[in-house]
């Protein structure tokens, strides 16, 4: 069986009358690609800011990497990495000054730190930028440092808001080659996204609508049960059924 | 033409419909004029003084009236022999005294002349002057009426002034203090704020706040570079007052310092307030400019003298910081006064501080729900 990184029972979050999150019930598993569905003001991002610790439920239980989010919530933040949609990095600074202040803040010693350093930009082939502000790449290189610096410190579970928004196909593309390193590496990743071929990636996505999840599954288990061709298709019957 | 009438009624409507252009385009110029007719008013009333009579005779009770039936000043107190003079200033109770010496009026009847003497807290040079040339007016008025009622007296009442803390009448005596405020105010506040919506707005702030990094680590983190530049700043300012302009430090230079500090310390939390509300940097640049710069400059009394403003004016600028401070700096460095006589006003610099940061909390724990 494998190990669950995270957990979830009941989650309810509400603003004021509002409910954003209406009971959510599921589960993450170590090493799987965990894709957070659904359309704009479905309550994801409601949900994931919560397993971030970056906000507080209004009821229910969530564990992430293994620890109570209400009670352990600095664990929790020791153990994750967080790449927000609005990107990560500062543009004022150069790489290795961004790698060395979140090494800073996640406890990474300097030679570690170095040693990393050199191997994240020999892998994207980014040793070239070393020294230049982030704000002079191309965006394609900054989403892949971000993403990079994200999982620095290795941790358990990396969280993905909308990593790939505003790229090209192809650059969205290479994005996911990393996402899949990290997979195959044994860190887990949990990544919303609206754009549905993004899904078909994934091991397992969750639909949310209307702050339910309305279904979770593989992409090939959904596609049969709704019997369609890809995800979009599901998303769309999901979404009409409720019409 | 056509197309050009119709866009216009579409920008007639967008102006009408929108409340921020109504109050830019009809709130704004009359709240202008009426706080700069207010506000910049050199005109003197209720001037506060104290008036010293040694005599307690006939002229001297003749001149006292004349002078608080004027308008411009109310007495607030009546010195006896042997007061110090130095403390109703010190305490910042009276702009002006008034000293007529013993016998006054055998002595101008003997000698043909005497002297009333004007002492005027020259902390606030224009002030003073204006004060000092209202009464010596006021006293040379009488004369020349009471002259022409007896001709052949050739008495002559001359007018002796004291320009205390500020001899030189140096209006540099009174910029130093205020400007010192209006630049601690506007680094600490506006660009801590800033600093922190630009994480806001960049969308960093929501990394940090993922990360191990307590709340506490951020916002100190945030606050910390800017106590230090704006404490060499303070210290700057001071130095060049000091050195290049002639302004003195009378009263204790760690005092100075410490009461800087704590201003500091409080524009700071003033700014973490206004990051905590403002969605990002241009709405932070606008509250702090609006909300501080303006205010500051006008109604802290650093340039405007606070007692020439009608009462509402005045009951607004006590919740204006830098009022007090400049009050606090105006003390230490003219009148050399200890922490005994600007207790008050440093306690109420303490009590902002505690709410402003009482306040960010409060705001950043909603946020988080």
């Known amino acids: ?243 | 033409m056509k197309q050009f009438i119709g866009f216009l009624r579409k920008e007639f409507l967008h102006i009408f419909r929108d409340p921020r252009t109504m109050i830019i385009i009809f709130g704004i110029p009359v709240v202008q004029l009426m706080l700069f007719g207010k506000v910049i008013s050199t005109d003197i009333q209720n001037a506060k003084i104290a008036i010293l009579d040694q005599s307690h005779d006939n002229t001297t009770q003749r001149i006292t009236s004349k002078l608080l039936s004027s308008g411009y000043f109310v007495l607030v107190k009546e010195m006896q022999v042997g007061d110090d003079v130095e403390e109703v200033f010190r305490k910042g109770i009276v702009k002006m005294v008034v000293n007529f010496g013993p016998n006054f009026e055998q002595n101008l009847e003997r000698d043909g002349k005497e002297d009333v003497q004007l002492l005027a807290d020259a902390s606030d040079p224009n002030t003073a002057r204006i004060l000092t040339s209202y009464a010596g007016g006021i006293i040379n008025d009488y004369v020349k009426k009471e002259k022409l009622q007896n001709i052949e007296l050739p008495n002559q009442i001359k007018v002796e002034v004291r320009m205390l803390y500020n001899e030189g009448l140096k209006s540099v005596y009174m910029f130093v203090p205020g400007i010192m405020a209006m630049i601690l105010m506007l680094i600490s506040a506006m660009m801590t704020s800033i600093s922190i919506s630009k994480e806001k707005e960049l969308g960093t702030m929501e990394v940090l706040l993922a990360s191990p990094l307590k709340p506490l680590q951020i916002v100190l983190g945030k606050v910390t570079p800017y106590l230090l530049l704006s404490f060499i700043n303070a210290l700057t300012i001071i130095l060049l007052g000091v050195f290049v302009f002639g302004v003195p430090i009378k009263g204790s230079f760690i005092l100075l310092m410490g009461e800087s500090f704590l201003f500091i310390l409080m524009a700071l939390s003033l700014g973490i307030l206004i990051s905590t509300v403002a969605p990002n940097q241009m709405v932070a640049m606008f509250i702090s400019l609006l909300g501080l710069m303006l205010p500051t400059i006008l109604l802290s009394g650093f340039i405007f003298p606070i007692q020439n403003m009608p009462l509402p004016l005045q009951i607004v600028s006590n919740i204006i910081p830098p009022r007090w401070f400049i009050v606090i700096i105006r003390n230490i460095m003219l009148k050399g006064t200890g922490i005994m006589f600007i207790w008050k006003e440093t306690l109420v610099l303490i009590f902002m501080s505690f709410t402003f940061i009482a306040l960010s909390i409060k705001n950043f724990k909603i946020r988080l729900e």
């Not at chain 1, 397993?51 to 293994?66: D, I």
């Not at chain 1, 170095?114 to 930028?129: F, H, I």
């Not at chain 1, 899949?180 to 990636?201: L, N, P, Q």
């Open chain 1, 1 to 243: 069986m494998e190990k669950k990184v995270i957990e979830v029972r009941n989650l309810v979050k509400k603003f004021g009358s509002f409910v954003a999150n209406d009971h959510l019930n599921f589960d993450v598993y170590k090493g799987e690609i965990f894709g957070f569905l659904g359309a704009n003001g479905a309550g994801k991002t409601t949900a994931m800011k919560i397993l971030c610790g970056l906000s507080s439920p209004t009821s229910g239980e969530v564990k992430v990497a293994g620890f109570d989010i209400y009670k352990e919530t600095e664990k929790v933040k020791r153990n994750i990495g967080y790449m927000s949609q609005k990107f990560s990095l500062y543009e004022d600074m150069t790489i290795s000054e961004n790698i060395r202040f979140f090494s800073g803040i996640y406890g990474i010693s300097p030679k570690d730190r170095k040693e990393k350093q050199e191997e994240l930009l020999k892998d994207l082939g980014l040793e070239s930028a070393k020294d230049s502000l982030i704000g002079s790449l191309p965006l394609g290189w900054k989403q892949k440092l971000a993403f990079s610096v994200a999982i620095f410190h290795d941790p358990k579970i990396v969280f993905l808001d909308e990593p790939t928004g505003g790229v090209d196909p192809i650059t969205r593309r290479k994005f996911w080659d990393l996402i899949y390193e990290a997979s195959d590496r044994g860190i887990t990743v949990f990544v919303t996204t609206h754009y549905m071929d993004e899904a078909e990636y994934c091991n397992r996505v969750s639909i949310m609508n209307e702050g339910r999840i309305e279904a979770l599954d593989t992409p090939e288990n959904l596609k049969q049960q709704y019997g369609v061709k890809n995800m979009d298709e599901v998303f769309l019957k999901i979404a009409r059924n409720k019409e």
